[in-house]
């Protein structure tokens, strides 16, 4: 499975993106939330985070392999969640990621079913049954409302949604471990690893109050 591709970015469709690595050209299928990121960098060397899937009918043997890509690894699980809620799939998907991330995740969480059945695709049943199988899955996903600019945005994701793991794992409950990964928008330095953010968080509980 391709999980990565790194190259230079050579052309972009409403749908898809093309990236010369090496004598190879690869078409990735894209979000429109993705496509507007990467608009302005043509020409210049792109990373995106991948999943592979095969589209077509398996009966007629014409399955066709196709890439989708992502800014970011915590995107791209959120897409492959998004995904496993019955009527959606992949293309339905692609179309409907119109909006960041984390004001999708956030909508599900607050049970927003009129805010998610705006999005293009997304009606009033399928807004339900998203908000009934993602809810409790989207703390993490609603970490991401406040978005770096967009050249940080894959690795700013990263790293908060692993500091949020790991945060959990440390015996944090998931509103807590929400609530000290939000402590760290106030930093003006941003944290470029999760050990570093660990210690910004832990460093601001110990503050004299």
Same mark, same amino acid.
């Given at each position: 499975?391709?999980?990565?591709?790194?190259?230079?970015?050579?052309?972009?469709?409403?749908?898809?993106?093309?990236?010369?690595?090496?004598?190879?050209?690869?078409?990735?299928?894209?979000?429109?939330?993705?496509?507007?990121?990467?608009?302005?960098?043509?020409?210049?060397?792109?990373?995106?985070?991948?999943?592979?899937?095969?589209?077509?009918?398996?009966?007629?043997?014409?399955?066709?392999?196709?890439?989708?890509?992502?800014?970011?690894?915590?995107?791209?699980?959120?897409? @492959?969640?998004?995904?496993? =809620? !019955?009527?959606?799939?992949?293309? $339905?998907?692609?179309?409907?990621? &119109?909006?960041?991330?984390? +004001?999708?995740?956030?909508?599900?969480?607050?049970?927003?079913?009129?805010?998610?059945?705006?999005?293009?695709?997304?009606?009033?049943?399928?807004?339900?049954?998203?908000?009934?199988?993602?809810?409790?899955?989207?703390?993490?996903?609603?970490?991401?409302?406040?978005?770096?600019?967009?050249?940080?945005?894959?690795?700013?994701?990263?790293?908060?949604?692993?500091?949020?793991?790991?945060?959990?794992?440390?015996?944090?409950?998931?509103? @807590?471990?929400?609530?000290? =990964? !939000?402590?760290?928008?106030?930093? $003006?330095?941003?944290?470029?690893? &999760?050990?570093?953010?660990? +210690?910004?968080?832990?460093?601001?509980?110990?503050?004299?109050?």
């Amino acid at each position: 499975m391709i999980t990565r591709v790194s190259g230079t970015l050579e052309r972009v469709e409403p749908t898809a993106v093309e990236v010369a690595v090496g004598p190879m050209v690869h078409e990735v299928l894209v979000t429109e939330l993705v496509r507007r990121s990467l608009q302005t960098k043509l020409g210049q060397p792109i990373v995106l985070h991948t999943l592979e899937y095969l589209e077509g009918n398996p009966t007629r043997g014409n399955l066709v392999p196709r890439l989708v890509g992502f800014l970011s690894e915590v995107e791209r699980e959120f897409f @492959e969640l998004i995904c496993e =809620v !019955d009527g959606v799939g992949v293309r $339905k998907a692609l179309r409907a990621i &119109v909006r960041p991330v984390g +004001e999708i995740a956030a909508a599900i969480e607050e049970q927003d079913a009129k805010s998610l059945s705006g999005l293009p695709g997304i009606g009033a049943a399928t807004a339900e049954r998203m908000i009934a199988k993602l809810r409790r899955r989207m703390p993490k996903f609603a970490l991401l409302v406040a978005r770096e600019a967009p050249g940080e945005a894959g690795a700013a994701a990263d790293v908060l949604s692993e500091t949020f793991d790991v945060l959990r794992s440390l015996g944090h409950s998931d509103p @807590e471990a929400r609530r000290l =990964v !939000d402590t760290l928008r106030g930093e $003006k330095k941003k944290p470029k690893d &999760v050990q570093e953010a660990l +210690e910004s968080i832990y460093r601001q509980m110990h503050k004299p109050r």
